[in-house]
């Protein structure tokens, strides 16, 4: 079965930094590519990052270009989305998703609020 776990979301002030991360379970990790998506009150789900099979292949949306940087460990089945000069508009929840087989799988997500 497969599992995404989100969490190292807070409270953080503007300008402020967060890691979040992703492990996940029940599918091979370093053969997928794994994404960060964000949902904001009353806004659809947008994407935030992604990453390649081995990390060499990173993408960015432009909202968090150059304020984002994502990573993986394949040996801990954990990719990391580490936001830096954060603004009361990253506030979101934040969801990994992996694509398999057809099927899309999410986390449950973790929510980060920035404001002071």
């Known amino acids: 079965q497969v599992q995404l776990a989100e969490s190292g979301g807070g409270l953080v002030q503007p300008g402020g930094s967060l890691r979040l991360s992703c492990v996940v379970s029940?599918?091979?990790?370093?053969?997928?590519?794994i994404s960060w998506y964000r949902q904001a009150p009353g806004k659809e789900r947008e994407f935030v990052a992604e990453?390649?099979?081995?990390?060499?292949?990173?993408n960015y949306a432009d909202s968090v270009k150059g304020r984002s940087t994502i990573s993986r460990d394949n040996a801990e089945n954990t990719v990391y989305l580490q936001m830096y000069r954060l603004k009361p508009e990253d506030t979101a929840v934040y969801y990994c998703?992996?694509?398999?087989?057809?099927?899309?799988?999410w986390g449950q997500g973790t929510q980060v609020t920035v404001s002071s």
């Open positions: 990453i390649g099979l081995s990390g060499g292949t990173e």
């Open positions: 998703r992996v694509y398999i087989g057809g099927n899309m799988h």
């Open positions: 029940g599918f091979t990790f370093s053969y997928y590519a």
